[in-house]
């Protein structure tokens, strides 16, 4: 439990100084570390959540912030996270999706890596219907294997330029935390998870003092485009792991 909590410390550092929670990282730490792939969801769902909140608070209280944004994201997320918290799905396909989820994000960390220095565009306004059709999808991902989400829809932000870099940081630290309690709600509904999830405790701990040093680099120490290059670098040699453990 040393050796995993000080990797849990290593991930929050890294997603809390781009404004994520880590939730995907955790989940593959998590199954190299053989833990019972039953209780990931929740573990990684209330370290996002521990994590997230302490830069969500420091984002709004900044001002950084565009509710208007956010709120048809979390129509569609908010409820297709706890459906899919709610579902049961054997170990072979979690392993595959948290593969898949790891690569996709990793891939596009790294294309956006510069994206969070850039603020000289054109912000365009999104149609309502599709940022909660998009939402849903986020929300339904992410609670069916334990991930806030934040991770997709801040690199799709970016690409559809919705709004200056700082307000899309707050906005998926946002939906992260918002997505995760959904998501927590699902996962109780299944038998065992609330009894075991005190065993994993060390780890929470770790996260949160993690959430803070990571704050604190991106406040004071490094850029957030280098932040970003350094945890999809992160995210890419996980999934690379991951593969050798399902394929080989």
Known sequence: MIILSIFFLITAILYS?????????????????????????????????????????????????????????????????????SLEINKEIFEILLFLVLSIAGILLLINNKSYENANFVVKKLSFTFSILIGSVLGLVSGTIGIGGGIFLSPILFLLKAEKPKIIVTTASLFILINSVSGILGQLTKENVLSEIFLYSPLFLTVFFGGLFGNYLNLKIFSNSILALITSMLVIFVAIRIAFKIFF
Request: aromatic share 18%.
């Open 17 to 85: 100084s781009v404004g994520f929670g880590g939730g995907s990282t955790y989940l593959a730490l998590l199954l190299i570390w053989d833990i019972p792939y039953y209780i990931f969801p929740i573990i990684a769902l209330v370290c996002n959540i521990i994590v997230v909140s302490g830069n969500s608070y420091n984002y709004v209280r900044a001002r950084n912030h565009n509710f208007r944004l956010l709120f048809p994201f979390l129509l569609g997320s908010i409820p297709l996270a706890f459906i899919g918290g």
